[in-house]
């Protein structure tokens, strides 16, 4: 079933009113028409099962038929700090850490980050990926839209970081010489709605001195496996672990 | 360092002798010169550091300084059975297969597969998958290239895991009743070397008729987390899951 996201203002307990973008998919892509069937999520955690009642000019509404109780969010709140990597690889990351429970995605300026978002086409780069990022987490019904945060540096990113108790860098380099601990030994430590900071290099990855600064502020450098994957595999090896060890190993989903 | 598949036949323990496409990239896209280093792979299980010695013609003849001693197979072999999807994502799901350590793929003819590959078309399409493969191993620097077997029925599918003590169904329908305990369950039962045969169904997920034959042959139906996961992404979330639990929280990697 198709799902939508709905500002808040345009609910009650009773009716959704659609308007803009997700009107336009409801009549033109979707073609769809009175009582057929929908799902409107709030983006602040209540979705709801919901039938057309009828179309006024580019508006479309719909009656609420039930709440939903389904949250298929991850137990804990990831959040991705992506070292910018070239061209499109960023949609790539984006619909797919959306589609596997990311809580929200931080380009990173890295050393070895190639692509620099330029302060003119910053803005039209993250009003594409919040697109992506809201079409694939109706997509894999999410309830909440991840978050897209400015880019940071390094410096920006260790101050960010201070906030958060559980942070760590996927690091070549560690899995080269055969630690893999680091990782599951972190997220044994969290419990339900636990915040996890975790930083993905770009290409070529970060580098030890980027790794040695994190390491310093308290990140901590966990290998993923003794295969080298790409920039864009890192965050799904990443989430997909993290949602094998709560949801399926640990059985954590809200039902 | 570039890692390169080199025939059994075309190195023995002192030298190793590249031909063909390998060595066409060694001398135009690489641009090496001599006593540069290679690392040479005999898809048998053994890998060694090599230095370029000399050219000649289309050959390119490289020295063995070491055998290498990591090992980056996954410590179980994953058959990835794979639901024939839309267009070019079957190249995306043998890329990053590939990446996560899958031992072998089987495109499957499933009731929702639109993409029919047509008799004179296939083999241009397995040709393909093949050179992603092998790229993509190289990348990852695995010692043994995934092989692609030809297309299978559902009932050829059936009789082909008779062989197979581990089988099971990525079934969206089991998800959404909240049981997620199928896979770890299964996982947690396999030793080092054990193969799994896991399908996955494509756009649209397996049938529940589907799902019913092949589990009356005892392949166990699974879920793999509560959100609904793209088919392209369903085989990631797999193999990065079955990493984690081998290679990162048991440490079940040689060295």
Chains 1, 2 share one sequence.
Not at 82 to 102: L, R, S, W
Not at 172 to 189: C, D, H, N, R, W
């Amino acid at each position: 079933m198709q799902r939508y996201f709905v500002p808040r203002d345009q609910m009650d307990q009773q009716r959704v009113r659609i308007s803009g973008d997700d009107a336009r998919h409801i009549q033109k892509v979707m073609r769809m028409k009175v009582s057929d069937q929908i799902e409107c999520a709030d983006n602040q955690g209540e979705a709801f099962l919901c039938a057309i009642e009828h179309f006024e000019d580019d508006l479309v509404y719909a009656t609420v038929l039930q709440k939903l109780t389904t949250n298929p969010e991850l137990p804990i709140h990831v959040t991705i700090v992506q070292g910018i990597p070239k061209a499109e690889k960023f949609d790539t990351i984006v619909q797919k850490g959306t589609e596997c429970g990311a809580d929200r995605f931080i380009p990173f300026q890295a050393n070895r980050s190639i692509a620099l978002w330029k302060k003119g086409k910053q803005e039209k780069k993250l009003t594409r990926l919040r697109k992506i990022c809201k079409e694939a987490a109706e997509q894999s019904h999410r309830l909440l839209v991840p978050e897209i945060y400015d880019p940071m540096t390094l410096d920006q990113l260790i101050t960010y970081g201070d906030q958060f108790t559980y942070k760590m860098v996927a690091f070549e380099e560690t899995a080269k010489v055969g630690a893999q601990s680091g990782f599951p030994t972190l997220i044994k430590k969290m419990s339900k709605d636990d915040p996890l900071l975790a930083v993905i290099g770009p290409e070529g990855g970060i580098t030890t001195e980027e790794a040695a600064q994190l390491q310093e502020h308290g990140f901590v450098l966990c290998g993923l496996g003794p295969r080298i994957l790409r920039t864009e595999t890192a965050a799904l090896y990443l989430l997909s672990a993290v949602s094998y060890h709560f949801e399926l190993l640990h059985g954590e989903v809200d039902e």
